[in-house]
């Protein structure tokens, strides 16, 4: 360990259990005893069987829930105080767009919650409109564009108000492979040139493996870390990374840990009988 003084985290999950309608019948233990550290700039996936709680675990993150027991720091700060200040962006499978509103006032909303003037929260716009490669649609409804494009609108927004931290869960579940796989460079992208720290969730592996520096591979009943897989494929990551034997060396591991995290779920379902 460096003696260098330690950065802030931008998320320290410590110890948390979510239980969902305790002591009901419709009791649901969704997180169990959960660590889960994620440092500046980093790209963190959750990937495990349906239901294993990674949208709990997001939505703990993002304060949308709060865990029954145990703590969760978002830049150093309680992860309410985080959503107050507005430190994360957050996208998910649906783009979540307001179809009432224009590209360019889906873009802007966050900057005016902010309270920015509308000359800066128009250069903002521009800027995210050129980063999502969509310069000319700012003034289009989101009806009027693909899924896919619906999808880098929304990430446009969320990244908008420049937040330091950005949730995803299943941002391109809904997407073509091609445009799937295409995003998912652009999202490196726009991480490398703006520092941006990630926690994204996904069922796909190569999704997994390709974006991120660690993968947190998850089990269910109840929803538990099992295994942390580093990727150690460098940052400059391109189409040719896709070929890489590293790349395919990685899809194993995850796969394996994803396998004996379904097996030890399965012991404990026959231990608990
Ligand atoms: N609001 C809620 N009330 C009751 N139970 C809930 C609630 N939200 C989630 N759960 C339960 O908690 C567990 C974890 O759900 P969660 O949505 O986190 O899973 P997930 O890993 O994201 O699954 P998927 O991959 O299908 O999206 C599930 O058993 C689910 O039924
Ligand atoms: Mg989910």
Known sequence: ???????????????????????????????????????????????GPSGCGKSTLLRVIANLLEPT?????????????ARIDQDYGMAFQQSGLFEWRTVTKNIELPL??????????????????DLVKLPDRGEHMPWELSGGQQQRIAIARALAAHPPLLLMDEPFGALD???REHMQSELLQICAATG??????????????????????????????????????????DEDTREDDTFYKKITEVREALRGSEMSAEARGIEDR
């Open 112 to 129: 005016e919650l902010k309270g920015w003037d509308k000359k800066r929260r128009q250069e903002r716009v521009r800027e995210m409109l």
């Open 1 to 47: 360990m460096s003696d260098a003084t330690p950065q802030t985290r931008a998320v320290e999950v410590s110890d948390a259990s979510m239980v969902f309608n305790p002591g009901t019948p419709g009791e649901v233990a969704a997180l169990d005893h959960v660590d889960l550290t994620v440092e500046p700039g980093d790209f963190v996936s959750l990937i």
């Open 69 to 81: 027991d145990g703590s969760v720091l978002v830049n150093g700060k309680s992860a309410h105080q």
């Open 177 to 179: 492979e091609m445009t």
């Open 196 to 237: 941006t720290t990630v926690v994204f969730v996904t069922h796909s592996i190569p999704e997994a493996v390709y974006l991120s520096d660690r993968v947190v591979v998850m089990s269910a009943g109840p929803g538990r870390i099992t295994e942390i897989v580093s990727v150690d494929l460098g940052r400059d990551r």
